[in-house]
């Protein structure tokens, strides 16, 4: 049992250590399509962080509910309050932070089924 909770671990933390590349590279294309950070008289102030810690830890608890319906609630959750942080003063920070983590989050949940499926369910082998 603890063999299969650790591999279903495994894509949770890969998605968080992607999380902070892809920023970046949402940042970089944020700054070549709209100019800089402040250039529209927004500062962007501690809104990373904010949102790479809360995408760890919403991607921690996610894992350890154990019934998909309510992992898919409790991501869906997830992305109703970043878009209630966001909207309506920063619409493409609300569309690219929701994109960003409800893709990685979801991503994360069905990769970790189907590792489940694929290694840990038992098969009736018929002869």
């Known amino acids: 049992m603890k ?39 927004i500062g962007i102030g501690m809104t990373p962080d904010l949102m790479v810690q809360y995408f760890i830890v919403m991607n921690a608890i996610t894992f350890f509910i154990p019934r998909l319906k309510l992992k898919v609630l409790f991501v869906s959750f997830m992305l109703a309050l970043i878009l209630y942080y966001f909207l309506p003063h920063y619409p493409v920070r609300a569309m690219a932070y929701t994109l960003m983590g409800g893709v990685l989050t979801f991503a994360a949940i069905f990769a970790g089924r189907l590792i489940d499926r694929l290694f840990f369910q038992k098969r009736n082998v018929e002869a």
Do not use: E, K, Q, W
């Open 3 to 41: 063999a299969r909770r650790l591999m279903a671990c495994i894509p949770h933390l890969i998605v968080c250590a992607l999380y902070i590349p892809l920023h970046n590279f949402g940042v970089d294309l944020y700054i070549d399509i709209y100019g800089g950070l402040t250039s529209r008289g």
